[in-house]
């Protein structure tokens, strides 16, 4: 008697189609908590990167009894040395104490710090200290990226670094020097005795995002340029109605803008390697400055600190702690932090 052929082993559709669902809804359980973890891990690594700044910092003022300043000038002449567009920053200053002498030493403070040989080659230099890795960071032919920002305070911040020179360009308006509140100034050099709030209530540096180099779109965090302030906008502690004012001016000038943000760590500019604590973090407003024909950041202005985080921004403050703090920051002790002097406690924050 022939036996009957036995049924092949294997999955019915009906059981494969079971296995996969069970996958598949494995897969969306454990997925978010793969990138959770992922991006708990890049916070980790961009708050190191500032508590290095922040080494770095205490260190350059044990050498040099104060701290750097926004925008730094050599002998170099031209339009840079009067307007200081060109003039290097507080993070090129801080190369040596960073593990970068070489680099440093290799860099020609007597010429512009973005053009001529050997600047123009070594500001393409990535340097690891400078970049949160949860930024997208720079679609780039050039410019390396830099994701943190020294704190002008909540003050306009441009003014020339050169005594007697206006800031540049159309309209060229200069701030007070007595209202360069911040720890890092254009000109005013800050040192320890100057922060009299307390090193543990004042911003020294924050997160900036780095801009997509697109100009077909504007996106949060490029720079709107080309539009004055209210009449009677002051120079330091803007209320959150003159800044909403200010920023519905930005809005209608969106079409000229720039997105070459925080590319630049060799530049001195505002929103290049520089902030004001005027808006909070990760503010809905635009950045924005009044010049009409400034190709980078050379006049009074906005600057926000941003992040890529979700929630809020990482700050050092000038005692080297790091802090996470929320977009929703009470606007007055955000201002308040960015002050070296006002002598207005900030309380818990």
């Not at 961009?46 to 009894?65: P, V």
């Not at 704190?151 to 701030?175: K, N, Q, R």
């Not at 540096?205 to 801009?211: L, Q, R």
């Amino acid at each position: 008697m022939r036996a009957s052929p036995s049924r092949s082993a294997g999955f019915t559709v009906v059981e494969l189609l079971s296995v996969v669902t069970v996958i598949a809804a494995l897969v969306s359980l454990f997925l978010p908590a793969i990138q959770q973890a992922r991006e708990s891990a890049r916070q980790i690594q961009c708050r190191n990167n500032l508590k290095q700044l922040g080494l770095a910092l205490h260190n350059y003022h044990d050498q040099h009894n104060i701290f750097p300043r926004i925008c730094f000038e050599g002998s170099g002449g031209g339009s840079g040395e009067k307007t200081g567009w060109q003039g290097f920053s507080a993070h090129t200053m801080l190369l040596p104490q960073l593990d970068h002498a070489t680099l440093y030493q290799s860099i020609d403070l007597d010429r512009y710090a973005l053009t001529g040989s050997p600047n123009d080659t070594l500001k393409n230099q990535t340097l690891s200290t400078f970049r949160c890795p949860s930024d997208h960071g720079w679609v780039r032919t050039e410019g390396a990226g830099n994701n943190y920002v020294v704190s002008g305070g909540p003050s306009l911040l441009m003014i020339s670094p050169v005594p007697g020179i206006e800031a540049g360009g159309t309209p060229g308006t200069a701030i007070q020097e007595r209202n360069q509140i911040g720890m890092f100034n254009m000109r005013r050099s800050i040192s320890w005795r100057h922060l009299t709030d307390g090193t543990s209530h004042t911003i020294a540096m924050a997160e900036a995002i780095i801009g997509d180099n697109d100009l077909s779109q504007y996106r949060l965090g490029d720079l709107v340029r080309g539009t004055s302030f209210p009449t009677g906008f002051p120079e330091t502690f803007a209320s959150a109605d003159q800044l909403e004012s200010f920023a519905n001016r930005c809005q209608e000038n969106v079409s000229s803008h720039y997105s070459s943000c925080h590319k630049e760590w060799i530049n001195g500019m505002p929103g290049q390697t520089a902030f004001n604590t005027l808006n909070p973090p990760n503010s809905s407003r635009p950045d924005c400055h009044e010049c009409t024909t400034c190709g980078w950041y050379d006049s009074r202005g906005v600057w926000t600190s941003r992040s890529r985080h979700s929630g809020g921004v990482n700050v050092l403050l000038a005692d080297g702690a790091v802090r996470f703090l929320g977009n929703s920051i009470d606007l007055i002790t955000w201002q308040r932090l960015g002050s070296i002097s006002d002598g207005w406690p900030t309380g818990p924050f």
